[in-house]
């Protein structure tokens, strides 16, 4: 594995952004900034204009983004005041403020994720889909104690508490049952807890569409546990733990044993949040606080259903009246067959011309999936080469390489296990790429490659031709038909030849430190996007129109928020879309009043990044795999790929003039650092919709076989005052 170092940035803006910090410009705190994207998310399944169980779905996606930010956020903030940090982050709060903050703003967000479960919980009674109290079924009980002893009693384990018992090691996010108990002979009171097993669903089927949660079936049924005892009380709890993954990689032997063995020990880490049920009375709390090792401030009450995650099996129903209408991808028009019996050369449509695609609304596998099944079915391609940083389960991404390794054909994979909560999944694909052939390699020793680069060498007459496929998400089938994410496909051979460099360097020792059109992590991505800034601020001094528009999922960079800041200050007209966590602060007199902040929560994920600078009127478009965070900068390994035919310049404009002009699901953040709803700013009825405009695009130029119409956007341009 190759070392790569940072490029430095240019000495010029360092200075500047030196000057910035002196004059106090406000930042945001990341990790508050994070948990006001997660409340988006959540007004979603407040919002009544979606569907039932779409609403369902948003509860579950809060539920588990929770999850995720006590996993590995809380956790490092507490790591740091357990090390004794005071020091105060750019945002003017130390790591036991922000934890303070954080425990403040989170109770009042899992007191509305409750209470707009409880009203969906109802409507969905209405529509004939309930989660029932086992009291309100006695005609079901008879059979659940059937199915209790037949289906769930032989996996329960139940741990008493006492001193010839310690309190027992609970996993991470593991639902239990804590249990009170008195022995009738000697009246003393005891303490016990029983998991919930993960292996059986949440919600126990009795009727169709009708549930009742397996822990209320368990706890009806525990005097088959605890026989001879007298059950005094039962309330659910469930612990979050400390998942991140540490590992020094320069001094691991094997990187995969070294992250293997992190993996399981994951589900042990130090306990970083506790979740009971609000009824559990304080001596419960107590006994489950001094054994779990956690503090009064990290015991968070839930009212009602404890774990939401486990919505997801309703979302999962067979009940197209209650969801979106199902979406379609369609085939992008560059890439239809030409007839019934006749398969594309996605080869000879590359060779015409760069190809942009866009998922879901154009189908991922009749894309890239294609791409890369024919160049393993082509005798002529010699070399296939990728990164892969999630896939999905049954991955037919990599079946395809496994197919072309066994064909005889190069096959080099980059696959990166230390992507976080896929870890175990990566290993098993990194182990069977490996029995089929595969060169398998991990990365770069200190970063994660996050990059979405594949390389196709083909032999065409007496030479070599490359083709590449760059793209902003991940190669997984699964997420894209639900993830908005960009790719490009092109053979333009210094686009190639920079591909061919990457992988050198992340699979040999190259230490390349140029490259002629990508812009690489942590290399030259920093420095070229401070330089591009820097460049609108000159045209905007010299009195020229500037203009940079920024569509990122995160926006946390100080360098970059100061550049941002300068940029205003200088006359730039900005313009983000930030779909998660913004700390940049717009409309601020004097300092960021040229600049604009929106977010976009619906119907998909939006994932994709693309940034488009003015350039005195000759716009540049890139899209690429990096946020704008200090990771994506400086500690992993990033593509961004500049667009430069006209035409797909022009779909990238009209992407961001829809999301622009969205009054349905979009968010502006506020001088005050508060996002407020489009519609309720303007006053408008909702009446452009993202996700539903892109997908009428994506079927109009479908249908057409022809780019759609951008008559706000030809040859690529944006009107920089618009």
């Known amino acids: 594995m190759a070392t790569v170092r940072p490029a430095p940035g240019p000495r010029a803006a360092r200075g500047r952004r030196r000057q910035a910090r002196d004059q106090r410009a406000p930042i945001l705190n990341r990790e508050l900034a994070w948990l006001e994207f997660n409340a988006r998310v959540l007004h979603e399944a407040r919002d009544a204009r979606n569907p039932l169980l779409e609403r369902v779905k948003f509860l579950a996606i809060f539920a588990s983004n929770l999850d995720e930010f006590f996993q590995v956020r809380v956790s490092g903030l507490r790591r740091q005041v357990r090390a004794g940090v005071t020091a105060v982050s750019v945002d003017g709060m130390n790591p036991f403020q922000q934890l303070d903050a954080i425990r403040e703003r989170v109770r009042t967000l899992v007191a509305e994720h409750s209470e707009i479960w409880t009203s969906i919980r109802e409507q969905l009674a209405a529509e004939g889909v309930a989660i029932l109290d086992y009291d309100e079924v006695p005609e079901h009980h008879e059979d659940l104690r059937r199915r209790f002893h037949d289906e769930i009693f032989p996996v329960l384990t139940p741990l008493a508490v006492d001193p010839g018992h310690p309190f027992p090691y609970i996993s991470t996010l593991s639902l239990s049952i804590a249990v009170g108990l008195r022995d009738p002979d000697t009246g003393e009171i005891r303490f016990a807890r029983v998991k919930i097993p993960p292996s059986l669903p949440r919600l126990f089927a009795v009727e169709r569409d009708k549930f009742i949660l397996l822990d209320q079936v368990i706890e009806a049924n525990l005097d088959e546990l605890f026989r001879g005892m007298d059950i005094l009380e039962t309330h659910l709890f469930r612990v979050t733990r400390d998942a991140d993954i540490t590992v020094e990689e320069d001094e691991a032997d094997d990187l995969l044993l070294a992250i293997e063995e992190e993996v399981r020990r994951r589900r042990f880490g130090e306990a970083v949040r506790l979740e009971v049920e609000r009824s559990m009375p304080e001596a419960t709390r107590e006994i489950l606080t001094r054994g779990i090792g956690i ?84 005798p002529d391609v010699l070399t296939i080469k990728q990164t892969l940083y999630r896939t999905s389960g049954d991955s037919p991404i990599v079946q395809a390489l496994i197919d072309a390794a066994g064909r005889g054909k190069q096959v080099v994979v980059l696959v990166e296990i230390k992507a976080r909560f896929d870890e175990a999944n990566n290993i098993v694909w990194a182990r069977k790429l490996e029995q089929a052939g595969a060169h398998v390699v991990y990365g770069v020793i200190g970063l994660k490659t996050h990059s979405k680069v594949l390389l196709v060498v083909r032999r065409e007459g007496p030479g070599l031709r490359r083709y590449v496929h760059i793209g902003t998400g991940n190669y997984n089938s699964k997420t894209a038909r639900l993830y908005v994410d960009l790719g490009l496909l092109s053979c ?17 020792l190259s230490r390349q430190r140029v490259f002629r059109r990508l812009l690489v992590a942590p290399i030259t991505l920093r420095t070229r996007f401070l330089e591009l800034v820097e460049r609108e601020i000159g045209y905007a001094r010299a009195g020229h129109p500037a203009r940079i ?57 939006e994932h994709s990044r693309i940034w488009m600078f003015h350039n005195g009127g000759r716009p540049e478009w890139f899209i690429g795999s990096a946020d704008l965070m200090e990771r994506n900068l400086d500690r992993r390994v990033e593509v961004v790929v500049p667009v430069e035919d006209h035409g797909l310049q022009a779909r990238l404009a009209r992407i961001i003039e829809v999301m622009l002009a969205d009054d349905r699901r979009s968010w502006q953040l506020q001088p005050d650092g508060a996002w407020l709803r489009t519609e309720v700013l303007e006053s408008r009825e909702g009446s452009v919709d993202t996700f539903a405009v892109l997908k009428d695009d994506a079927a109009a130029a479908a249908s057409t076989a022809t780019e759609p119409a951008h008559p706000q956007a030809k040859s690529g341009s944006m009107d920089p005052r618009a």
């Open 295 to 378: 503090r009064d401030g990290d015991c968070f009450e839930i009212a009602g259903m404890l774990d939401l995650t486990a919505l997801w099996q309703l979302v999962d129903l067979d009940r197209p009246d209650l969801k979106a209408p199902t979406h379609t991808p369609v085939v992008p028009a560059r890439l239809q067959p030409p007839g019934d019996d006749e398969p594309i050369d996605v080869f000879a449509q590359i060779r015409a011309g760069d190809i942009l695609v866009h998922h879901p609304y154009e189908s991922f596998t009749a894309s890239v999936e294609r791409f890369l099944i024919q160049a393993v079915n082509d």
């Open 492 to 508: 333009r051979e210094e686009l190639g030849a920079d591909v061919t460099d990457l992988f050198n360097t992340l699979t040999g």
């Open 549 to 605: 528009v920024l569509k990122v999922n995160s926006l946390v960079d100080t360098q970059a928020i100061e550049a941002l800041y300068e940029a205003s200050r200088a006359g730039v007209d900005v313009d983000l879309i930030v779909r998660g966590g913004c700390c940049l602060v717009p409309g601020i007199a004097g300092v960021s009043d040229r600049i604009r902040a929106r977010s976009i929560i619906g119907e998909f994920l």
